[in-house]
C-alpha cells in the first residue's frame, strides 16, 4: 500500500518536471523580437521570431529585444546659440536595433543611453550655430545629428533612422524683434514693389506719349505731302485754263475771257461776303451786269457741249468791264 501510494506520488513529481522542463524550453518569440539565450549566465545565441528550443536548466532566455522601428520622445530643453541667444528646443529620435546581442550587452539601458547623447549633441550642433542659421537650417540640423547620432550607436548594434527637431522656441524678447524686423522687411519690399510700379507706369506713359507724337508728326507730314499735291494739281490746272483762255482770246474768242474774269469776280464777292469779321457788306453790284456775266458763262457751257447756239460777241460784263477794255 505504501509502494503504491509512492509510486503514484513519484509519477505525479515526473510529470510535473517534464511540464516544466517541457515549458522551460519550448519558448514562442512574437513577430518583430528577439529573444538572448544565456548559457551559464553567458551570451550564446539569440532567437529569432517563432518556436525556439533551449536547453532547460542549462540555457536560458536573457533579454527579449524588440527590433522594431522605435521612437523616443526627447524632452524640451535649454540651449545657447552661438551668438549667445538661448532658445528651447526638442525632438523625437527614430531608430531601429540591428543586433539584439550588442543591444543587450554593450550598453547597460539603451533607451536613456540614447536619449541623453541625443540631448547633448543637440546643444552641441546649436551651439555652433548663430539664432537666425538655427531658425532656417533645420535640415541641416536633422542631418547633422543623424550623422553624429549614427556613428556613435553604432556599437550599440542600434542604427539612427531619422532625427527631427519637433519645435525651437527662442526668447519673447527676442521672437517680438524678429516680428518687428520681419514687418519691416515685408514693408521695405511692398514699398519697392510699388515704387518699381510706378517706374514701369511713367515708362509706359512716356512712350505712349512717344508714340502719340510720332504718329500725329507722321499725320502732319502726310497732310502736308497731300496739300502740296493738292496746291500742285491746283496750280497745273490753273496754269493750263489759262492757257486754254489766251488761246481762245488769241483766236478772237471774248467769251472765254469774260468766263475767266466773271469767275474771279463770283469768287471776291464771295470771300468779302462770308468773311469772319463782316456781319454787313455793302457793295456796289450792278445786277444788269451780273446777270450779263451769268449768261455769258451759259454761252460757253453750250458751246463746249456742242448744242449749236450762236456764242454772243458782247454781253454782260462785271461792273466798270466793257468790250473795250474800260
Not at 539569440?46 to 536573457?62: K, N, T
Not at 521612437?71 to 552661438?82: G, L, N
Not at 546649436?126 to 553624429?148: A, K, P, T, Y
Not at 456781319?279 to 449768261?295: F, K, S
Amino acid at each position: 500500500m505504501d509502494f503504491s501510494v509512492g509510486v503514484s506520488v513519484a509519477a505525479v513529481v515526473l510529470v510535473v518536471l517534464v511540464v516544466v522542463t517541457l515549458g522551460i524550453g519550448i519558448n514562442i518569440v512574437p513577430q518583430g523580437h528577439v529573444y538572448t539565450v544565456e548559457r551559464f549566465g553567458k551570451y550564446h545565441r539569440s532567437l529569432e521570431s517563432g518556436l525556439g528550443l533551449i536547453a532547460p536548466y542549462v540555457e536560458r532566455i536573457g533579454r527579449r529585444v524588440n527590433v522594431m522601428e522605435q521612437v523616443i520622445d526627447v524632452p524640451s530643453q535649454e540651449a545657447f546659440t552661438r551668438d549667445n541667444a538661448g532658445v528651447r528646443i526638442d525632438a523625437v529620435v527614430f531608430y531601429q536595433v540591428l543586433d539584439a546581442a550588442r543591444a543587450s550587452y554593450e550598453v547597460s539601458d539603451l533607451e536613456v543611453a540614447m536619449m541623453t547623447l541625443t540631448m547633448t549633441n543637440i546643444r552641441t550642433v546649436v551651439g555652433s550655430m548663430d539664432l537666425d542659421q538655427l531658425l532656417s537650417h533645420r535640415d541641416e540640423i536633422n542631418e547633422r545629428l543623424l550623422r553624429v547620432m549614427d556613428a556613435a550607436a553604432s556599437p550599440w548594434g542600434v542604427k539612427m533612422t531619422r532625427i527631427e527637431i519637433k519645435d525651437i522656441v527662442p526668447p519673447a524678447d527676442l521672437a517680438g524683434a524678429m516680428a518687428r524686423q520681419m514687418k519691416a522687411e515685408r514693408e521695405k519690399r511692398a514699398s519697392v514693389l510699388e515704387a518699381e510700379g510706378h517706374r514701369q507706369a511713367e515708362i509706359l506713359r512716356a512712350e505712349g506719349r512717344k508714340q502719340s507724337a510720332i504718329l500725329e508728326a507722321e499725320g502732319r507730314k502726310e497732310a502736308a505731302f497731300r496739300d502740296a499735291e493738292a496746291r500742285e494739281r491746283g496750280a497745273e490746272a490753273e496754269a493750263r485754263a489759262t492757257r486754254l483762255v489766251s488761246e481762245a482770246i488769241a483766236k478772237g474768242d471774248l467769251a472765254a475771257a469774260n468766263f475767266l474774269v466773271a469767275e474771279k469776280y463770283v469768287d471776291a464777292v464771295k470771300a468779302i461776303a462770308t468773311a469772319p469779321n463782316q456781319r454787313v457788306v455793302v457793295v456796289p453790284i450792278e445786277a444788269a451786269a451780273l446777270a450779263g456775266t451769268l449768261g455769258g458763262i451759259a454761252e460757253i457751257t453750250r458751246s463746249v457741249f456742242g448744242e449749236g447756239a450762236p456764242a454772243r460777241k458782247s454781253g454782260g460784263l462785271p461792273p466798270n468791264v466793257d468790250g473795250s477794255g474800260r
